[in-house]
Every structure is written in structure tokens, then in C-alpha cells.
């Protein structure tokens, strides 16, 4: 499985940015998907999920940044909105299910850089 982050880039604060995710391969079903960052000296947080129904936020994110997916394409997307430059940081993608075999897989990207400034 192999998933792949889009769209990191230099943003003024208060400004907004879409990351996106494309997860492709050995496929049969996700269960779970995340978006999580790390900022330079700090360990990696998770700041939003999504399953099937549900979606999850970090306190610093929520109200500011909104999660979705579209299973048809396996891709999960990231809006951001007001943001900060605390919100710097490398943006990686997760993605958890099951292959055509049935077995779990857990995958992540290879990140995607955000840099909020003036």
C-alpha cells in the first residue's frame, strides 16, 4: 500500500490550504484515516481522524481545519482555515484497513511541509 501527501506550501497567516492524501495498492478496505504533524523538535500528534462515520479533532485544530474522504477514490483531504504559525509543521497522512488477503495494513506518507508566515 502506498499513500502519498499533496499540497504543502508557504501560507500567510490566516490564510487557508487543502493537503491531500491518495492511498493506492493492495487495497480491499480502509478503515481508519488520519491526519497527524510534527514540528521541528517535537514528537508527531494526531490532529484529525476519520472512520467510516465518525471524525476526530485536536483541541488546536478544531473549528479551524475539517476532515474528509471519498472512498471511491481512497483519498482524504485536509481544509485548513485561520492558519497559524503554529500550525508549521510536516503533515503526514495514515491510513489503516485490510488488503485483498485480509490482512491489516498501517501506511504512511512521506509528509508534506506547511509553513505558515509572513
Known amino acids: 500500500v502506498q499513500v502519498v501527501e499533496f499540497g504543502g506550501e508557504l501560507v500567510q497567516p490566516g490564510g487557508s490550504l487543502t493537503l491531500s492524501c491518495a492511498a493506492s495498492g493492495n487495497i480491499f478496505r480502509i478503515d481508519a484515516m488520519g491526519w497527524y504533524r510534527q514540528a521541528p523538535g517535537k514528537q508527531r500528534d494526531v490532529i484529525a481522524t476519520?472512520?467510516?462515520?465518525?471524525?476526530i479533532y485536536a483541541d488546536s485544530v478544531k473549528g479551524r481545519f475539517t476532515i474528509s474522504r471519498d472512498n471511491a477514490k481512497n483519498t482524504m483531504y485536509l481544509q485548513m482555515n485561520s492558519l497559524k504559525p503554529e500550525d508549521t509543521a510536516v503533515y503526514y497522512c495514515?491510513?489503516?484497513?485490510?488488503?485483498?488477503?485480509?490482512?491489516?495494513?498501517?501506511?504512511w506518507g512521506q509528509g508534506t511541509q506547511v509553513t505558515v508566515s509572513s
Open positions: 476519520i472512520t467510516e462515520g465518525t471524525t
Open positions: 495514515h491510513v489503516a484497513g485490510q488488503t485483498f488477503q485480509l490482512n491489516r495494513f498501517d501506511a
